[in-house]
């Protein structure tokens, strides 16, 4: 019988040989997908001749063996120390519980940020989505004339390309720096970004802009920009940290999404019943409670959930090593056992993890890309069949947006009990793929009041039901692949997957906003 011990920190492994008495057989195990061989063996090598020094006698040759992407070395004949063995074996099981108990502690407080923290996300996106009639208001030729500039009626194909492009922006450079800055640093500073664009635009809101709208859209997209590139830091380093606890912390985190979403689809509704206030006192009010959001947000996580992050969470990503000895290490170190370390790039454990996910990226890109194609640039150019004139107001605030969010909300919900079809199973990609007949779907609605259309599909109910259907299928495909994205991959790497799950979201937006946005050229250029 033989014992080994395996003890890696994300791309550090560490090596040892276990005491026992006179091993006939000890095995040295590296499990890495695409490790170096030639150099593996190298380093093993050089490993074995000290171990020969050590205990004077020759050592046989050892004999590699492949299987799949694990690599075990073994040899023969050490002789090493067993009175240690068992401190070794209690240190292990000591460790193994002491990490457990640091990774289930999910109270109520850390769920309730989690959702708080969701909301936050995606907060300036749904934000600049949903302020539809401020947005007209502020492109209009001139005021009180109700011919749009051509910005008036696409600005939204604009916000859309320039957000997804500027949040994929983000998901990368977060992946880069998740071992450079902490996930505290990220999540602090990505609630700042956000700050910082939200109340320039606050102040654009409450200035007259009528004689330069021109400039007024270009200085809203730049800014957009910053706070969706914020958000975006935010929403990779939430699903890595969340990625660390139970999964119903990330259910929650998504369900935030949703939520956010119909935060600020309630807030249009609320601005259309009161009637009472401008354009101009209506956006205002937009950025001033996302400005209050945002902070409230930014303290809440500082305060529950930074504060009780467990200490090994709060290192400097992987090359942290101060924070990652424990009991095994130093119990190794104290009685002198070789070891060997074997460093991987960045890269290479993006690489790693990316090819244990890549099922879970396409079904993610498939899914987000259907979703910008529909939504909100095309589907907001559908106009009500209805000869309501209330009715009418109504039609995109909740026929769209406000059903969009809720059903998605109800989507990633239900992920909570119910994960149907399992891990790896080819229904994913089946029920991703299927939804790309949403698009033609859409088309055939009263999309910019087009004559072609108006025979296909002439009632309401029927675009609120493809929405319906677009919203539900997206919170649950999307919520689903993130979760099993994570637990794909060992706990070390789970903050890494968790952050690719929303670049891998955020290729499909980037697509799918610039496929839209010809789509919606296309469609205005027949009407």
């Not at 009175?83 to 099981?93: C, L, S, T």
């Not at 890269?347 to 909100?376: G, R």
């Amino acid at each position: 019988m033989f014992k080994c011990l395996q003890y890696r920190i994300m791309q550090k492994t560490f090596i040892s040989v276990l005491p026992g008495k006179y091993l006939t057989q000890s095995a040295f195990i590296i499990k890495y997908n695409n490790v170096n061989t030639n150099k593996c063996q190298q380093i093993v090598t050089s490993m074995l001749d000290k171990i020969a020094q050590k205990y004077n006698e020759q050592l046989q040759p050892f004999k590699k063996i492949l299987f799949y992407d694990d690599i075990y070395i073994q040899m023969e004949s050490i002789e090493v120390q067993q009175n240690i063995a068992g401190q070794i074996d209690q240190a292990e099981e000591n460790n193994t519980l002491k990490m457990a108990e640091e990774r289930v502690i999910c109270t109520y407080s850390v769920q309730v940020i989690f959702f708080l923290l969701g909301i936050c996300c995606l907060l300036p996106w749904n934000l600049f989505i949903t302020a539809k009639e401020y947005f007209q208001y502020k492109l209009s030729p001139m005021l009180n004339i109700t011919g749009h500039h051509d910005f008036a009626d696409t600005f939204e194909n604009y916000f859309s390309f320039v957000g997804s492009a500027t949040i994929l922006i983000g998901n990368l450079v977060n992946v880069a720096l998740t071992d450079k800055l902490s996930i505290g640093v990220r999540m602090i500073g990505a609630h700042i970004l956000m700050i910082a664009s939200l109340i320039p635009a606050l102040a654009l809101a409450v200035v007259d802009t009528s004689s330069a709208r021109l400039s007024f859209f270009v200085i809203t997209l730049i800014f957009m920009a910053i706070g969706n590139f914020g958000s975006s830091v935010l929403a990779g380093s939430s699903l890595g940290l969340s990625a660390l606890y139970p999964s119903r912390c990330m259910v929650l985190l998504l369900c935030g999404w949703s939520m956010s979403g119909i935060f600020t689809s309630l807030l249009s509704i609320f601005s259309i019943w009161s009637n009472h206030g401008s354009p101009m006192l209506i956006g205002s009010s937009y950025f001033t409670i996302s400005i209050l959001y945002v902070i409230v947000s930014c303290v809440a996580y500082y305060e529950v959930l930074h504060k009780k992050l467990p200490q090994r969470f709060k290192s400097v990503g992987i090359n942290e090593q101060s924070t990652r000895q424990d009991d095994q290490c130093q119990l190794l170190q104290e009685y002198q056992e070789y070891s060997i370390n074997v460093l991987w790039k960045k890269m290479d454990v993006v690489k790693n993890v990316f090819y244990e996910t890549i099922y879970y990226a396409i079904v993610l890109f498939v899914v987000n890309f259907v979703t910008l194609v529909c939504f909100p640039a095309l589907a907001s150019l559908t106009k009500s069949t209805s000869n309501n004139t209330t009715w009418n107001e109504y039609f995109l605030p909740v026929g769209l947006f406000l059903n969009f969010n809720v059903s998605d909300l109800i989507g990633r919900s239900i992920t909570q009990k119910l994960r149907w079809p399992k891990a790896d199973h080819a229904l994913l990609v089946v029920l991703a793929v299927a939804r790309i007949a949403l698009i033609p779907a859409l088309l055939c609605c009263n999309v910019a009041s087009r004559p072609l259309a108006e025979g296909l599909m002439p009632d309401d109910f029927g675009f609120a039901f493809l929405i319906t259907v677009l919203g539900f299928s997206n919170g649950y495909l999307i919520n689903l692949c993130t979760i099993y994205c994570s637990a794909q991959v060992n706990d070390e790497w789970k903050e890494i997957a968790g952050a690719l799950s929303a670049v891998y979201q955020c290729f499909g937006v980037v697509s799918g906003s610039i496929f839209s946005f010809f789509i919606a050229r296309a469609v205005l250029s027949v009407v």
